[in-house]
């Protein structure tokens, strides 16, 4: 339920209406094809977790498999993935209240919302688990409830409220046919697709809090997978055909736009309650995730000693509020430029979501070259069609990232702009690490030669 609640957020509830907006029907294909990749990722960290369950997982199997500077850097990267996740949503949860609160400014809104997930995370893991399992029943309830609705209308071809639409098959091709945009724009869409999946690696984070991972991990990576996969490409498949992919827009959620016109009194308020639920879900999600990543880095000496602070609750708090102070940018993103920045922390949180799940197809290549060679024993859960699978997966993430180089779209632009910043960042950061390690070594052995010297 973790890894669906931290899925399920803004990337489909309020995302998808701007992409349907770009692209059309044919929107369903990239969702397609992202969920294909995100199928041979889960397998794969799948494989990795039953070979070692701990938290802090991207970073363990990295180093495990590739070498410590790459736990370094995909450490971070993944940080980067949530911090930027993070202020879309708290951006989401702002947008949604707006509805509500016309007048109450963007940053404000967002700022409530970060105060409010700050001390649920920081009281105790319990709790957090609590809200976060409660939170992801009512996200599924609602996208079970819609997928019911939507799929009755579209069976009886009911009119849809004061609209004058009528739900059926035909809205996927009469409003300029299926790909009114052509198909590049479908690619272009890619990257903002692979972003609303994010988050289902979060059963990697959690493993090594869990009682019975050899148990409950594969289950919990086969029922993520077909639940996200019914889900996304079923919700969206039915907004298409609910109502013309004209009417949807990046202004407000989808799934909001659907029940408010049908007419039923308070239906749209009941549905913008729901995805604001899910928004606060999943940045719930990424204050957790990266409590455990900073700690796991901050253990090794390669993030700053303050995030590997631990309460007495077993929270790592020290982490979380590092995470805040990120999310504060956000705020006052909200404040310098309301109306872009979704897109800003979505595009620039692509980049460390596609390098998590690269990262994890790679160390799955890793184990399975190690087993061959009969250093270790793979588990009985194993990546389907590896290593070809691998590649394909890896190819796939490769295209995103070059369709974003070379989008007209200057937040996608952005984005990648700030990639060579991250890697000299990186590089930089672990250059330090290692030259600390190095002196600290060198004192260490100083120190042993001095006690073994004989004392006048």
């Keep these: 339920m973790i890894a669906i609640g931290g899925a399920i957020g803004v990337g489909l509830f309020l995302g998808a209406g701007g992409r349907l907006q770009a692209a059309g029907p044919g929107l369903v294909l990239s969702y397609a094809a992202a969920g ?56 989401a949860a702002a947008i949604y209240v707006h509805k509500w609160l016309p007048d109450v400014p963007q940053w404000i809104t967002a700022l409530i919302a970060l105060g409010v997930l700050l001390v649920i995370n920081l009281l105790s893991v319990k709790l957090f688990g609590e809200l976060e399992f409660w939170f992801s029943v009512i996200k599924v309830l609602a996208i079970v409830v819609f997928l019911f609705v939507g799929l009755a209308l579209v069976i009886t071809s009911a009119g849809i409220g004061d609209t004058g639409v009528h739900a059926a098959v035909s809205n996927l091709t009469t409003h300029d046919g299926f790909l009114p945009m052509g198909f590049p ?87 913008n309650a729901v995805v604001l639920t899910a928004a606060l879900s999943s940045c719930n999600s990424g204050l957790y995730s990266t409590g455990r990543i900073l700690r796991s880095l901050a253990s ?61 197809l790679f160390c799955q290549v890793r184990l399975r070259q190690r087993a061959a060679r009969g250093e270790i024993e793979r588990p009985s859960f194993r990546m389907p069609g590896s290593p070809y699978t691998n590649y394909g997966a890896l190819g796939f993430l490769v295209l995103c990232l070059a369709l974003m180089a070379f989008s007209d779209d200057w937040k996608q632009q952005l984005a990648i702009a700030l990639a060579p910043v991250l890697a000299v960042v990186l590089v930089v950061g672990w250059k330090l690490v290692s030259a600390r390690r190095r002196a600290a070594e060198g004192a260490t052995a100083l120190a042993a030669v001095a006690a073994r010297e004989p004392v006048d």
Aim: glycine share 10%; aromatic share 14%; no cysteine.
């Design 300 to 360: 090794k000496g390669e993030a700053p000693a303050f995030t590997a602070r631990m309460s007495s609750r077993h929270v790592p708090y020290g982490g979380i509020l590092f995470t805040a102070i990120v999310y504060l940018f956000g705020v006052f993103l909200n404040y310098l430029v309301p109306s872009a920045a979704f897109d800003i922390a979505v595009n620039v949180a692509s980049l460390g979501i596609i390098t998590t799940w690269m990262t994890l």
């Design 36 to 91: 294909i990749a995100a199928f041979f990722v889960m397998r794969a960290l799948g494989e990795l977790v039953l070979h070692r369950p701990v938290a802090g997982s991207f970073v363990e199997y990295a180093r495990e498999f590739i070498g410590p500077w790459a736990g370094f850097a995909s450490g971070w990267m993944y940080w980067v993935n949530w911090a930027m996740t993070g202020i879309a949503e708290i951006t």
């Design 185 to 271: 724009v479908v690619l272009l869409a890619l990257q903002g697709v692979i972003f609303a999946y994010s988050a289902i690696e979060m059963v990697g984070i959690a493993a090594g809090e869990t009682q019975n991972p050899h148990k409950v991990i594969p289950r919990a990576v086969n029922g993520v997978v077909w639940r996200i996969g019914i889900f996304y490409i079923g919700s969206v498949l039915l907004l298409t055909m609910i109502l013309p992919w004209t009417m949807y827009s990046g202004k407000e959620s989808p799934f909001v736009t659907v029940f408010s016109a049908l007419g039923v009194p308070g239906a749209g308020d009941l549905m």
